[in-house]
């Protein structure tokens, strides 16, 4: 059952008239049951733009409103979504685009070369992965209003896989007015040419979050694959609901008042596995890899002997068997890129294969000059990975002679306050913890976390020309073959200098009812288009 | 000279006079006597806590969720952290904050209250400002407290502490006010007698019945508020262990690991409970009649 | 009569001033900057300089303060930090749920309370009696949370009786509705009918031991139209009082009982404004909670001219 521009329209004005009227005319316009999708993610949403934050949420909501050029698919090849024509020039260092037909954002307005043009140049001020590509680009001209060029001065391997990364900062195409945008300040209008539209009117922030398919949406021809081929809405209405309580969300769920969870709590799920009414699937085979991110701007993590002594503190297993329970859905891993993808090796692992040793993280903290001064801890205590490895962070640094404080606040707080790079005593801090795929962990260009370009990278700002040089060299590879040894090299390099110190691996399912289908395996986020219910 | 036949007679009866006297109370106030059993069981405990308890940050991942059992006799949770220990360490934040709660509320509220009740200027401009304290909903006040100040132990007590002040006040001014009418108040004033040491020697001592009371409840009402505020996030600092927050920590696992949730619950009932007891008991036996008039 | 109400509606605008003056100083009086609390973690020191000047925050406190009341009076009461949107829309948004709730508590707990509290009385010193002050004492003690995570438990996962969590609203069907609010308002309502239960006991045993009573005993008029003419009459000043006190424990009792049960009301924006640190929402709706108790109380006020013929002030 699809819509027409024409009724959306009408449909539209009406719920805008009816969210003033009494709401006995609401129910009226809002889609059955049966064909909306209620789901439970792991946070809440609260930036709205996918450019500017590499929070995993506002994936999710750029994947539903908006569009990417192009999308890896389950290959992780990169193929065009809405570029329809694409050609390289001989010397490789001219790539020609021309867009798809029928492009149009929400508005109704066309999607043009300029809006592209705009929207690209903004993720390049932002994202990793972008970053590099950019460094090499001399000119992006706009040919016509469905043509534009990126032009190289040097050869550059990964241009589509950068265009077609489904990792934050997602590379989607808003309209030109919004892509102009500061890079440096959020866009709050939720305006894309994605598969669904955002309903303001409906929506409720820090509540539920409402999105109605796109009727005027055209799909490629192609069967979903992760992020390519054809973005199919099966669905009228997707709501996300805001749940933070991990009982309610599950007992939801089991009630069928929600469809989909996306984080039920390993411990919970001895209560799901028996509910014929309810499947668990595993849609992230590379699951997630923890970070504990130090920062390198202020002491005692300026100095490599303290970062070596994070490596002989941690102790992988306490915190998997602390968050997630069940050995089933975890493992630990001492690897830089994840232990479930190609660049995964061992080399310079023998801290890890020797296990926890606190006597030697505090010699190396007294090696590194540490003066007892606080270090502080952003704790995120509404996220259980998050809030209980930083209590075990915390405790582990207290029995190594280190003075650590925790900093308890939500994830929002922490994500604000992690930008911050004055020193801890003005508002700074010295650890938090988070996690990435573990697909984006096994890819040295693509992932954010990965770059140690001091004060331009990512939070935690780790320098390391060495890194950087071999990560470029990454890029230029050939071969799979070549690709591994440099990441054997990068590796290798890495543990003596310790970007941030690593906590293991999951890969825990996602709960569904068992009526829903069509999720797409990728990691990180929950694309919408495909599903549906039976 | 004494008599030898007399004083062993005048002694015994009182001996047994005094065993007599105890048993009657404890028949005539059972739910007061158990109050108060409790309440010195868990005070006892909380203050012991450092000999007793064990260590309630310690944790082991690798034995979470043990049930209770002859080693850990509130099992542990989902860190491995012992619950009994949690649990008495609890203890501590919540008595520490009902009590003192109660005495500051009483103190301030008594002194506003005896000088409302006496200075009619006092009454008018203060009275006013009593109504409208007591209109912010504690739990209000103290989030808002907390998210512009720090959160810790002394600001939910000051949170705690003022919408308390003024049913205090009003109370304690009322007792005043019936006392001030007594024959004999008016003869003190009449015969120039100091206001102070009319306050002093004769109305304060006519405040202490319902005043107690009314501090037992006060004690309750703030040990359940603080609760509410770590269960809330919006107490005391996450790492101090209180009922409030565990009890908000362990509630995903009510099912596969009830005693995670039911230990802190029970305690924190239990305590609510006993100082309700004791102050229903107080309030029976001192002067019912006041202590209903707030 | 007139001088009366008109008296304690100037009382009750007085006190709201005050309550509003307070909640008004605690943002000044706090350790941060006005501005950059108003504004929030994320803005840059221009949006901070800019707020300051378009809100004046130069300007002498008493002066703010003016300004702000009047705004506040005109139904401003800022803007949340974190949606952007004016704090009284994100409040209307919400209010339906939570007026819902409190309505069905009260409702609950008032016919509850004051018939186990009549019950209590009449048949004083018995087992019933023993009975309703065991579990009304044991009801004030145990906190709304672990009450709404039992009842939880039993009756929506054990049994499957009633949903779970969340809100149905009017529109979606009278049963639907009533349905996620009867937990919710147990939970909420259980300290609330044991407190009203005890005073209507005392009350009504007050009034049962007076002279007109057993008069109208002797006389032979039957206990029913005894204890509810003139016996509930009379009692109900101090518990109409205690009806209004109540409120002031609903109103927080809704905050946790509404992150119990994931009830989308306005006690949850406030939760959830705790950990977005967005002080606007925390000040606007503290301070229309106790502008609803204030007026709550001069409602109980009022009612107690119509209840007691001897109350004149």
């Given amino acids: 059952m699809t819509t027409s521009r024409r009724t959306f329209v009408k449909g539209s004005a009406a719920t805008a008239a009816a969210a003033s009227a009494p709401g006995l005319l609401r129910a009226q316009t809002a889609p059955s049951a049966a064909r909306t999708l209620r789901v439970v993610l792991h946070g809440d949403l609260k930036i709205f733009d996918p450019i500017w934050t590499t929070a995993n949420m506002t994936g999710n909501h750029g994947l539903l409103i908006y569009d990417t050029l192009f999308g890896m698919d389950d290959k992780r090849i990169p193929q065009p979504q809405m570029v329809d024509k694409w050609g390289v020039s001989d010397d490789k260092l001219t790539y020609t685009f021309t867009l798809r037909d029928g492009l149009k954002f929400h508005d109704g307005q066309a999607v043009t070369s300029a809006d592209v043009v705009a929207s690209v140049r903004r993720w390049a001020a932002r994202d990793g992965a972008a970053q590099h590509l ?401 | 000279m004494v008599d030898a036949t007399t004083t062993p007679i005048a002694l015994a009866p009182s001996r047994a006079a005094r065993r007599a006297r105890v048993w009657r109370f404890l028949r005539r106030n059972p739910t007061m006597v158990l109050g108060l059993v409790i309440l010195g069981a868990m005070l006892l405990a909380a203050l012991a806590a450092p000999w007793i308890a064990g260590n309630p940050y310690a944790m082991k991942p690798i034995q979470r969720f043990q049930p209770p059992s002859d080693t850990l006799w509130f099992g542990t949770d989902n860190l491995g952290r012992d619950v009994y220990a949690r649990t008495i360490y609890g203890a501590r934040v919540s008595l520490a904050v009902g009590l003192t709660v109660a005495l500051v509320a009483v103190s301030i509220g008594l002194l506003i209250g005896l000088l409302a009740g006496f200075f009619h200027w006092v009454e008018a401009l203060v009275m006013r400002l009593m109504d409208g304290l007591m209109a912010i909903p504690a739990i209000l006040l103290a989030i808002a407290l907390i998210s512009l100040f720090k959160g810790s132990v002394a600001i939910v007590i000051i949170a705690i502490v003022i919408p308390e002040v003024p049913r205090v006040a009003r109370l304690v001014r009322s007792v005043v006010l019936t006392a001030r009418e007594q024959p004999y108040i008016e003869a003190a004033i009449a015969s120039g007698t100091r206001v102070r040491r009319i306050l002093w020697r004769h109305i304060l001592p006519s405040t202490f019945p319902p005043l107690i009371v009314q501090a037992t409840y006060i004690c309750a009402s703030a040990i359940l508020i603080e609760a509410g505020l770590s269960f809330l996030g919006a107490g005391t600092p996450p790492e101090i262990p209180t009922w409030g927050n565990m009890i908000a920590s362990s509630r995903v696992y009510l099912a596969r690991a009830p005693w995670t949730v039911f230990c802190p619950g029970l305690a924190l009932a239990l305590v609510v409970l006993s100082v309700n007891l004791v102050g229903d008991g107080l309030r029976d036996r001192l002067d019912p009649r006041i202590a209903r008039r707030m | 009569m007139l001088a009366f109400i008109i008296r304690r509606l100037l009382t009750t605008v007085l006190v709201m001033a005050i309550v509003a003056a307070f909640i008004f100083l605690l943002l000044h009086l706090s350790p941060g900057d006005p501005a950059a609390i108003i504004v929030g973690d994320n803005a840059t020191q221009i949006q901070i300089d800019a707020v300051r000047k378009q809100l004046g925050l130069d300007d002498p406190l008493a002066l703010q303060f003016v300004r702000w009341l009047l705004g506040v009076c005109r139904g401003d009461l800022g803007i949340s930090i974190f949606s952007h949107e004016p704090v009284v829309k994100l409040i209307t948004q919400r209010i339906e749920p939570t007026l819902s709730l409190a309505t069905t508590t009260l409702l609950l707990a008032v016919t509850i309370a004051v018939s186990f509290g009549v019950i209590a009385a009449w048949r004083v010193g018995t087992w019933v009696d023993r009975v309703v002050m065991v579990l009304s004492v044991v009801s004030f003690s145990v906190p709304v949370f672990v009450v709404g995570y039992l009842l939880i438990y039993l009756f929506s996962i054990k049994l499957g009786w009633l949903p779970v969590q969340g809100y149905a609203p009017l529109t979606q069907g009278l049963i639907v509705w009533v349905r996620h609010l009867i937990l919710p308002s147990i939970a909420l309502g259980l300290a609330y009918v044991a407190l009203i239960a005890r005073i209507t006991r005392t009350a009504m045993l007050d009034v049962l031991s007076e002279d007109y009573i057993r008069t109208a005993r002797a006389k032979g008029v039957a206990t029913g139209p005894v204890l509810m003419k003139h016996a509930l009459k009379n009692a109900g000043v101090p518990i109409v009082t205690v009806i209004g006190i109540g409120v002031a424990l609903l109103i927080g009792g809704v905050v946790i009982t509404e992150t119990v049960f994931n009830i989308p009301g306005v006690g949850r924006l406030v939760v959830d404004a705790i950990s977005q640190r967005d002080y606007p929402i925390i000040q606007g709706v503290t301070l229309i909670f106790s502008g609803v108790y204030v007026i709550v109380n001069l409602l109980v006020d009022l009612s107690y001219a119509a209840l007691d013929p001897r109350i004149r002030y």
């Fill in chain 1, 134 to 534: 950019f460094k090499r680009v001399a000119d992006t001209p706009i040919k016509d209003d469905k043509t534009f060029q990126i032009v190289l001065r040097e050869r550059y391997g990964l241009v589509l896989d950068a265009l077609g990364k489904l990792e934050t900062n997602l590379p989607v195409i808003m309209r030109k007015l919004d892509a102009e945008t500061d890079p440096n300040q959020q866009v709050t209008t939720k305006v894309g040419s994605g598969p669904f539209i955002f309903n303001e009117t409906e929506s409720r922030s820090g509540q539920r979050y409402v999105y109605d398919k796109n009727g005027a949406y055209v799909p490629r021809k192609e069967a979903a694959t992760g992020i390519a081929g054809g973005k199919i809405a099966k669905v009228d209405r997707v709501i996300i609901d805001n749940m933070a309580d991990e009982q309610t969300a599950v007992a939801a769920l089991k009630a069928g008042e929600i469809d989909f969870y996306e984080v039920p709590p390993i411990d919970l799920l001895d209560q799901l596995e028996g509910d014929k009414n309810i499947r668990l699937a595993v849609l992230n085979e590379g699951g997630n890899v923890g970070m504990c991110r130090l920062n390198w701007l202020h002491p005692p993590f300026d100095k490599v002997e303290a970062r070596q002594a994070m490596l002989y503190l941690i102790k992988q297993d306490d915190i998997l068997k602390a968050v997630f329970g069940n050995p089933k859905y975890y493992r630990t891993c001492g690897s830089l890129f994840g232990c479930t993808g190609l660049m995964q090796s061992d080399v310079n692992t023998d801290w890890f294969k020797a296990g926890q040793n606190i006597p030697k993280a505090r010699e190396l903290f007294q090696r590194a000059g540490y003066d007892g001064r606080p270090v502080v801890i952003l704790q995120a205590t509404n996220i259980a990975f998050m809030n209980n490895a930083s209590l075990l962070v915390a405790q582990w640094l207290k029995e190594a002679g280190v003075n650590a404080e925790l900093a308890a606040s939500d994830w929002g707080a922490v994500v604000t306050r992690r930008a911050v790079k004055k020193p801890v005593a003005e508002g700074g801090w010295n650890i938090f913890i988070t996690w990435g795929s573990g697909e984006g962990f096994d890819n040295p260009i693509g992932f954010v976390a990965h770059t140690a370009n001091g004060e331009a990278g990512w939070f935690g700002w780790p320098k390391d020309d060495l890194h950087e040089k071999l990560r470029d060299d990454w890029a230029m590879a050939t071969s799979l073959d070549e690709r591994k040894a440099i990441a054997r090299k990068l590796q290798e390099n890495a543990w003596n200098y310790v970007p941030m110190a690593l906590l293991g691996q999951w890969a825990p399912p996602v709960a569904m009812r068992a009526n829903v289908s069509g999720f797409i395996p990728i990691p990180a986020h929950v694309p919408f288009w495909n599903v549906e219910k039976a």
